[in-house]
């Protein structure tokens, strides 16, 4: 039973730029949840996605965009990249848009921009 | 009033020792904790997790204690072994209107063989 997978595992990009991250739920989640997590820090909310509908959305500036597909998978796309930017993303699946599921998170992807 | 507050930022432990990570919250709609545990390069991986109806929930060798009226919740790690060596988050979420989860600061245990 595969876990939550994100692509890719690690990328560098330069101020200004764009880039798409993506992540596969956990099989038979539905739910997806973005997080931030700078070093040494706890993962920070993105948003969240269900039903193909951004449900949540935590202090994140309009750059951070995201989309969730028919199959549940999901994109985070962030804008003019800033170096502030630099830092692990994590998506997390959960059955269901609801407080008390327990989200399962994957391995990450490492965003470095110089 | 959104903060999950988490200590030690930092502890070191003997191999068979008892580790204590305490967590805080003031928001009063939080009513499920989950805890994480993370190696490095990897992602959180659930240990644990309680709602307020119970004021303890173990697990093996993890424990979680919950002091409602304090708004306090706490992770016991039993006979802790150098492969418990991780960083540990706890976090809260409502389980109504708004479902992110408000992540602690972590703390990063040491045990010593």
């Known amino acids: 039973d595969a876990g939550v997978t994100q692509s890719p595992t690690h990328l560098i990009k330069t101020r200004g730029q764009q880039v798409t991250l993506r992540c596969s739920p956990k099989s038979g989640h539905d739910t997806v949840s973005w997080y931030q997590q700078a070093l040494g820090q706890g993962p920070q909310f993105i948003f969240q996605y269900y039903e193909e509908e951004e449900r949540q959305r935590g202090n994140f500036p309009d750059r951070f965009s995201g989309h969730q597909f028919p199959n549940y998978s999901s994109e985070l796309n962030v804008n003019a990249l800033l170096l502030g930017d630099s830092a692990l993303y994590l998506c997390?699946?959960?059955?269901?848009?609801?407080?008390?599921?327990?989200?399962?998170f994957g391995d990450g992807t490492r965003l470095s921009i110089l | 009033q959104q903060q999950v507050k988490q200590s030690p930022q930092s502890l070191i432990v003997q191999k068979g020792g008892i580790s204590i990570i305490n967590c805080a919250y003031e928001?009063?709609?939080?009513?499920?904790f989950p805890w994480y545990q993370q190696f490095p390069g990897k992602g959180p991986a659930l240990l644990i997790a309680i709602r307020p109806d119970v004021s303890e929930k173990k697990e093996g060798r993890f424990t979680i204690s919950f002091n409602k009226s304090a708004k306090q919740f706490s992770l016991h790690i039993m006979d802790s072994q150098p492969g418990d060596s991780a960083t540990y988050f706890c976090?809260?979420?409502?389980?109504?209107?708004?479902?992110?989860?408000?992540f602690g600061t972590g703390t990063r245990l040491k045990v010593l063989a």
């Open positions: 997390a699946s959960s059955l269901k848009a609801a407080g008390d599921q327990p989200q399962h």
């Open positions: 928001n009063t709609a939080f009513d499920y």
């Open positions: 976090a809260a979420s409502p389980t109504s209107g708004t479902y992110k989860y408000i």
